[in-house]
């Protein structure tokens, strides 16, 4: 199955991927993950921090080459930031299944920018990834909480959401 992902999702994945189990790389040997090049730029932006955040795009660098990246023309009318103007744009071009996104101020504009791709976010892969018992439910819900500690999610409802499906 085909899977675009920006750089918010990325980086969500990378902040728990130094684990012996972990999402990104149940991700990235199950499926097949496509990036804009922006994506990849990004990440690596962000990797030269000496923070979370960099220590998570480096994650997700060091698996580089389970990752497709494609080149994509922004449609400059698009009112995000180019990671996500990419991903949808790709997302759309390639007939993806999935995009992984979490970009929650603006998912409602992602989701209505998708024509045959469906939306999924990291607490949404961590509630698949149960539901599927590739990981146990209380695994998947510390994974969530510690993405959601690192990314400043404690007060997301998709995270509160997940967290009590997880919890149940």
């Known amino acids: 199955m085909r899977v675009v992902a920006d750089t918010s999702a990325l980086g969500s994945l990378g902040t728990i991927a130094d684990r012996t189990w972990n999402p990104l790389d149940q991700l990235l040997d ?3 993950i496509l990036v804009p090049a922006t994506v990849v730029d990004e990440l690596a932006e962000t990797a030269a921090y000496d923070d979370a955040s960099g220590a998570a795009a480096s994650r997700v660098l060091d698996r580089r080459s389970a990752i497709e990246g494609r080149d994509v023309s922004l449609d400059e009318s698009f009112p995000l930031d180019d990671g996500e103007n990419a991903a949808v744009t790709l ?3 390639c007939g993806a299944a999935h995009l992984l996104c979490d970009e929650f101020t603006q998912l409602a504009l992602v989701h209505a ?3 045959e791709t469906r939306l999924v976010t990291t607490p949404t892969l961590l509630l698949t990834l149960a539901r ?5 439910s209380r695994t998947a819900a510390a994974l969530l909480q510690e993405v959601a500690d ?3 999610w404690t007060k997301n409802s998709y995270v509160q ?3 009590a499906v997880l919890d149940a």
């Open 132 to 136: 599927t018992d590739a990981v146990d």
């Open 30 to 32: 199950r499926e097949s």
């Open 150 to 152: 690192v990314r400043s």
């Open 91 to 93: 997302a759309n071009q």
């Open 161 to 163: 959401r997940a967290s």
């Open 113 to 115: 920018s998708l024509v």
